[in-house]
């Protein structure tokens, strides 16, 4: 053997760059920095409890998911005597459970 195929042999092999290295080397930029922007399981856990909670409050005021009865008459009352549209009076009337004395009140008085 020659001292050229000796040194061939004895030389480490360099590692060959492949064409699509590279977008495994971005890839695991991308995906170090995503792990450390990574939320604590707690901060999220006291968030969604806090959405809970707001949901539950608000099914539990009153008129909120109970049946309010609106007489058609109280509806029109408002509607002509206040020139409220249709849906305004009746979303005043759920306001005050159906009440239309209590509606007209706040309506003079607001």
């Known amino acids: 053997?020659?001292?050229?195929?000796?040194?061939?042999?004895?030389?480490?092999?360099?590692?060959?760059?492949?064409?699509?290295?590279?977008?495994?080397?971005?890839?695991?930029?991308?995906?170090?920095?995503?792990?450390?922007?990574?939320?604590?399981?707690?901060i999220t856990q006291s968030a969604v409890t806090n959405i809970l909670d707001t949901r539950?409050?608000?099914?539990?005021?009153?008129?909120?998911g109970t049946t309010i009865v609106i007489k058609k008459e109280d509806v029109e009352l408002l509607m002509?005597?206040?020139?409220?549209?249709?849906c305004t009076a009746e979303k005043t009337l759920r306001k005050y459970q159906g009440d239309v004395k209590k509606a007209l009140i706040a309506m003079l008085t607001e």
């Open 80 to 86: 002509n005597e206040m020139e409220l549209t249709k």
């Open 1 to 42: 053997m020659d001292e050229d195929d000796s040194e061939k042999y004895n030389q480490p092999k360099k590692t060959q760059v492949h064409k699509y290295d590279s977008g495994a080397a971005d890839l695991q930029k991308v995906t170090d920095y995503e792990e450390e922007k990574e939320i604590p399981s707690q």
């Open 56 to 64: 539950k409050t608000k099914l539990n005021e009153p008129g909120e």
